[in-house]
């Protein structure tokens, strides 16, 4: 006699029912109400599908073996029956492992019973109608096509006059799927003179049409079905019994890999690895940053159907040295890290009329105030668990529009679980071993088939992301890379634990181990530099955020990488004495830094600048212009190159203009001059570039890595989780056994069980034994009702009582009261 699912987990002991919610933790969102309620999701097509996605593909075949040998009576198998076809074929998997895979699959409740019954869920042939690949029972499709497999000795012989061309197409569909389209037609006699035999469909299953089909049809190895695109084409299936035949040397279920494939591949040096990955991630965070720059200097506009142009890619590209794909995941990245975000232009409303731009965002400075390792850390942990496939970047979509940075048509809600798949497969192997894209895909399609296939292209992406970040290196994980894996699972499995966050990281055996690792490996920042005679700056390794924000004020960047080489020129020396630098304080700042001695034209060179700038002072008058030096103004007034500004003398030394002074700067500027503004009391006014900011974003890597799934449980929640659901079972049993006038279900209205009084006593008893009691009651909108209940007190004129299966403190007026009955 079966058994009912339901009926099996009320039968277990509760650290069984919280292992399987520990497994299977979609179960539990949101909690059953009952043990019922239970058995009804775990088998549900939603829930079956997500407990097999996360299956090897050799415990999937054995799940098929317990299909294909399921009693046609009762639907129950065995054991024994499914040890029996797995090691049916020529290289029999051991039975130890055949039994693990039974035990797996047990555990998540996809089989559960007594090994000599065992019983599927529900909702396992609907998900996949064909086990290991083979058709329905031929009693299921025809019955002259049952007649046949029934005369085995007739199956063999027709079997081997069927002609090579239908051969291969029978060999094709045994190694599953068993169905093939074939179209209108094609199963028809051909008009003469016409092919013998057709191309095959590709579309469905690749089976070949023309005779080779119809011979087989005719011959009842294959069955017509019902199906087809819009009718517009037929479908043939290969019955159960003649795919069993046709793997006769392969065995019932195919090939049984009981462990994943091996890598060929020979491990690579770790310090090899590690210092190519090291080497990468110094060039991402420059990379990234020139980026963001350029995106400072020249924001991108935001298109009217999101994300950034084509063109302005590509102007990005052009302007860092990166190619478009390089450029979009970068870009992709440090939106993700919350680097960058959109603003409003100026003088735009609306929200939807309104014109934005991509801008660096606040949180940026903060970025670039970080350590080398720090900083990639925010933009790999980003990368982890973005929701954003870069890779469809530059594709069309289903309207044959192109797919752009940072557009919607981007999102996939997947990605962080490709990212995870494939960086997983990566660390279980030998460390610095570098599998081939190949070998990774067949890792992969072994260790969760049902989610792999299909996605080839996603995986293959991740790769090459991986390798472009310096995750990976000579294509192997790297140490640092294998850390932060580790570290943002445990993050993940921590905050799942601690979901107010009251734990320190202190208490976590603290964090960043990744950033010291990769600390280790990368060049000591340095706070100097080597001034040559022809006025480069070279500086022999990172440089120290503040040496690099003086570097940016006061020479402009010709070469980057390990050592960054720089040049001070004229325009970097005027642009440190307009940002406030003097010139006594730009000698002091070359002889602090420099591990060299100050080249004499560098001396002169500041001296000469510094010596020409502010000669001539700006104002508003407009604007006006003045200087001592008449003659100084007289050359600015006869000068061709200023005509715009239409100046014109107020006195020997000063000339004003109807343009304001900003413009009057830039105009001087650009012509060669060197003036500086002054305010209303003569005083010079130091003045740096506004850079407009976006407002602060908050970057995604607090997301969990597998946003599809739900969190897991600790098990001593879970365990509270099945003592609410074993409530809510004993609520719900105890309802089906409460007198029908107690549940108000009676069809003339609520009849009373017991008279007032004798409820009342009732009452009085389970108060002093805390007892669980059934309270029939009347509404306040004269509706009958019940309620299990434990009383807590009673008086007053009220019941105070708590629901067993809510955990609420209700309040019955005793008037109201019909009947109560103690709970048996």
């Known amino acids: 006699m079966t058994t009912s699912l339901a009926d099996h987990l009320r039968s277990l002991p509760d650290d069984s029912l919280a292992a399987l919610l520990q497994l299977r933790p979609d179960l539990v969102v949101p909690v059953p109400a009952d043990v019922a309620a239970l058995a009804i999701r775990a088998q549900s097509r939603v829930s079956v599908s997500r407990a097999l996605d996360g299956l090897d593909q050799f415990t999937i075949q054995i ?30 998997p051991a039975p130890t492992a055949v039994r693990a895979a039974l035990d797996r699959l047990r555990a998540r409740f996809l089989l559960y019973g007594p090994e000599h019954q065992l019983q599927l869920v529900g909702g396992i042939d609907e998900i996949s109608p064909y086990p290991a690949g083979l058709g329905r029972p031929a009693a299921e499709l025809d019955p002259r096509t049952a007649a046949l497999c029934a005369d085995p000795a007739k199956l063999r012989r027709t079997l081997l006059a069927a002609p090579p061309s239908a051969r291969a197409i029978l060999d094709r569909l045994a190694a599953g799927p068993p169905v093939g389209s074939v179209p209108p037609g094609a199963l028809q006699a051909p008009a003469a003179g016409a092919d013998d035999e057709l191309p095959p469909d590709e579309t469905n299953g690749g089976a070949p049409t023309g005779s080779p089909v119809r011979w087989l049809v005719d011959h009842r190895l294959l069955v017509r079905v019902a199906g087809g695109k819009g009718g517009t084409a037929g479908m043939v299936e290969l019955p159960r019994e003649v795919g069993l035949l046709l793997r006769r040397d392969t065995g019932p279920l195919g090939p049984l890999p009981t462990s994943p494939p091996p890598v060929a591949t020979a491990p690579r040096e770790p310090k090899a690895a590690d210092s190519a990955g090291a080497g990468q991630t110094m060039e991402v965070v420059r990379h990234t940053e020139a980026l963001l720059e350029q995106l400072a200097a020249e924001p991108a506009p935001v298109l009217r159907s999101g994300g950034l142009g084509v063109r302005d890619l590509r102007r990005l590209g052009r302007a860092t040295g990166l190619d478009e794909p390089t450029a979009a995941l970068l870009l992709e990245v440090a939106y993700a890290a919350g680097l960058t975000g959109e603003v409003e232009l100026p003088g735009t409303t609306g929200r939807y009329g309104a014109d934005q731009q991509v801008l660096p965002t606040a949180g940026y400075e903060m970025w670039r105030a970080g350590s080398l390792a720090q900083r990639w850390e925010q933009l790999t942990r980003a990368w982890l668990t973005m929701t954003r496939q870069v890779g469809l970047v530059g594709q069309r979509d289903d309207r044959d529009r192109p797919i752009t940075v940072l557009s919607a048509e981007a999102e996939r809600a997947g990605a962080p679980v490709a990212r995870r798949a494939v960086l997983g497969v990566l660390a279980d192997l030998e460390p610095a071993t570098a599998p081939t894209a190949e070998e990774v895909l067949a890792l992969l399609d072994w260790r969760a088939p049902r989610r792999s296939r299909g996605r080839e292209a996603a995986h293959r992406e991740v790769l090459a992301e991986a390798a472009t970040l310096g995750v990976t290196g000579l294509g192997a994980l790297t140490s640092y890379g294998r850390l932060l894996l580790a570290e943002a699972t445990a993050a993940e499995d921590r905050d799942t634990d601690d979901p107010l966050g009251l734990r320190s990281d202190a208490e976590d055996g603290g964090s960043g181990t990744a950033v010291r690792a990769l600390d280790a490996l990368l060049p000591a920042p340095v706070d100097h530099f080597l001034v040559q005679a022809d006025l480069t700056v070279v500086v022999p390794g990172p440089p120290e955020p503040a040496l690099a924000a003086e570097l940016e004020v006061v020479a402009e960047p010709e070469s980057a990488g390990g050592a960054s080489v720089h040049r001070v020129t004229t325009g970097s020396v005027r642009r440190a004495l307009d940002a406030g630098y003097s010139a006594d304080d730009l000698h002091g700042l070359f002889r602090r830094r420099s591990r060299t001695p100050v080249p004499q034209g560098l001396t002169y060179l500041v001296d000469d600048v510094a010596r020409k700038h502010g000669g001539l002072r700006t104002g508003s008058a407009g604007a006006y212009l003045r200087s001592d030096d008449e003659a100084l103004l007289a050359e600015v007034l006869a000068d061709k190159r200023v005509e715009g500004l239409a100046l014109r003398r107020l006195a020997p030394t000063v000339l004003v203009t109807q343009y304001q002074t900003g413009r009057m700067l830039t105009v001087l500027r650009e012509a060669g001059y060197a003036p500086v503004a002054e305010d ?129 403190l209700h309040t019955f007026a005793l008037h109201r009261i019909t009947a109560a009955v103690l709970e048996k």
Do not use: C, F
């Not at 799940?63 to 290289?91: K, Q, W």
């Open 63 to 92: 799940m098929d073996a317990a299909r294909l040998t399921r009693d046609p009576v009762d639907g129950t198998t065995s054991v024994d029956g499914v040890l029996a076809m797995a090691t049916a074929g020529p290289r029999p």
């Open 680 to 808: 209303a009391t003569g005083s010079t006014v130091v003045t740096r570039p506004k850079t407009r900011r976006a407002p602060a974003r908050v970057s995604v890597a607090t997301r969990a890595l597998d946003p599809l799934t739900p969190p897991r449980l600790p098990l001593p929640r879970l365990l509270g989780v099945v003592e609410q659901i074993r409530r809510g079972d004993a609520a719900a049993r105890a309802a089906r056994r409460a007198p029908a006038a107690v549940r108000g279900t009676a069809p003339t209205g609520p009849v009373p069980a017991h008279s007032h009084s004798e409820a009342l006593a009732v009452l009085q008893q389970a108060v002093r034994d805390k007892a669980l009691v059934w309270v029939g009651y009347v509404d306040a909108h004269g509706a009958t009702a019940s309620r299990l209940v434990r009383p807590v007190s009673l008086g007053a004129g009220y019941l105070r009582a708590e629901d067993e299966r809510t955990e609420m």
